[in-house]
C-alpha cells in the first residue's frame, strides 16, 4: 500500500528534517508513528499526501510514486487520501451537513443536479450515521464538543472513499475519555471499510490502544519499527529513553545472576513465579517489574535475582514453559 525506501528531505537552509525513511505500511493496517515535536512526523505525513516534496528516495502509494505526480494527477491521486487534524478544520459558518457535504460537492460530476443532490444526501447521512452524529446534522461546529467535532472531521475525511485516512496528532486536543472513544471509533471504521489508517502521534497511549504497527522517529530518523506489542513488551534504548524508562536497567544487584522475564499476555505472572519457586524448590528475590495494560492483555517484565548455582535450572524451567527470557 504504501513503501517508503530512503527517503530523505531537507528544507533550503540545509536543515534535514527527514533522514533515510524506510517503512512498509501495509494495505487495511492501523499505523502509527510516533516522536517528540519536531521529530519529522507530520513532515513525512505531508509527504505522503503529496503537501510536501522530498529531495530522495522512494515513496509510493498503491505504486505510485508520489514525487512524479503533478496537476490533475496529483489532484485525483489525493481524493484517494483522507485527512484529519489535531484543530478539526471546520468551517465555522457552515452546519455539520454542509461540512460534510462540502468535498461531495466540489468533486461532483456535471449531470443530473437533483440526482447529484439525492446521492450527496444519502452519502452524508451514511457518514454521519457511522460516526455517531445523525442527530447533529443541522448544528454548526461551536455548538458541539471537541469530540463532535473530530467526529465530524472524520466524516468529512471518509465522503470520497478514500483508501487512506492520515490522522495528523487527531486527538491531541482531546481528553483521555473522548481520545478513547475517537481511537475506537477508528478502530470500528478500520474494521468496517477495511481502510488502512496511519495516525502520527506524540501520545504512547493512542499507539496502545489501536496501533499494530509502529515506527518511532527522532531527529529525522526511524529509531525503532515493528509490532506494537513486540516493541511494548521489550522497547528498544530509543523507545525506552522516549517513555522515559532508559534508568531501569541500571537497578540491577552485582552479586548472583539476574535474569529478565517477559510475559506477553499468555501467562499469568502470580503463576508463574509461585509456581517456578514452589516446582524447582529454590529461592530467588524480585529486582523490578513493569506490568500495564495493553489493550486486552498484560504486558511487561520482571527481573529476578538468583544465585549463579540455580541459573541452569530456572532457564531450563523457563525453556520448557515457552517464556521469553534473557540474562542481564
Request: proline share 2%; glycine share 8%.
Amino acid at each position: 500500500m504504501i513503501k517508503i525506501n530512503g527517503l530523505s528531505k531537507s528544507y533550503e537552509n540545509n536543515i534535514d528534517v527527514l533522514k533515510d525513511i524506510s517503512i512498509n505500511i501495509d494495505d487495511g493496517e492501523i499505523y502509527g508513528i510516533i516522536g517528540h515535536s519536531g521529530a519529522g512526523k507530520s513532515t513525512l505525513l505531508r509527504c505522503i499526501n503529496g503537501l510536501e516534496q522530498y529531495n530522495s528516495g522512494s515513496l509510493t502509494v498503491d505504486g505510485q510514486e508520489v514525487s512524479d505526480l503533478t496537476g490533475k494527477e496529483l489532484r485525483v491521486f489525493r481524493k484517494n487520501l483522507g485527512m484529519i487534524f489535531q484543530s478539526f478544520n471546520l468551517l465555522e459558518r457552515k452546519t455539520v451537513y454542509e461540512n460534510v457535504a462540502l468535498p461531495l460537492q466540489v468533486w461532483r460530476e456535471k449531470g443530473n443536479r437533483k440526482k447529484e443532490k439525492e446521492e450527496i444526501s444519502k452519502r452524508v447521512h451514511e457518514l454521519l450515521e457511522l460516526v455517531g452524529l445523525s442527530d447533529k446534522l443541522k448544528s454548526k461546529p461551536k455548538e458541539l464538543s471537541g469530540g463532535q467535532k473530530q467526529r465530524v472531521a472524520i466524516a468529512r475525511a471518509l465522503a470520497l472513499n478514500p483508501k487512506i485516512l492520515l490522522c495528523d496528532e487527531a486527538t491531541s486536543a482531546l481528553d483521555p475519555k473522548t481520545t478513547k472513544d475517537i481511537l475506537m471509533l477508528l478502530s470500528d471504521i478500520n474494521k468496517k471499510l477495511g481502510i488502512t489508517i496511519v495516525i502520527v502521534t506524540h501520545q504512547m497511549e493512542v499507539i496502545k490502544e489501536v496501533c499494530e504497527k509502529v515506527a518511532l522517529i527522532d531527529g529525522g530518523k526511524i529509531m525503532a519499527e515493528g509490532y506494537a506489542k513486540d516493541l511494548f513488551l521489550n522497547p528498544s534504548v530509543p523507545l525506552k529513553k522516549f517513555l522515559g524508562d532508559e534508568e531501569e536497567d541500571e537497578i540491577l544487584p552485582n552479586e548472583g545472576v539476574n535474569i529478565k522475564i517477559f510475559f506477553n499476555g499468555g501467562v499469568s505472572k502470580d503463576t508463574l513465579i509461585t509456581s517456578m519457586a514452589r516446582e524447582l524448590k529454590i529461592d530467588f528475590s524480585i529486582v523490578w517489574g513493569k506490568l500495564e495494560k495493553f489493550r486486552e492483555d498484560v504486558l511487561g517484565s520482571l527481573v529476578i535475582n538468583l544465585s549463579a548455582d540455580n541459573k541452569e535450572k530456572v532457564e531450563n524451567y523457563l525453556r520448557e514453559k515457552n517464556i521469553t527470557w534473557e540474562v542481564l
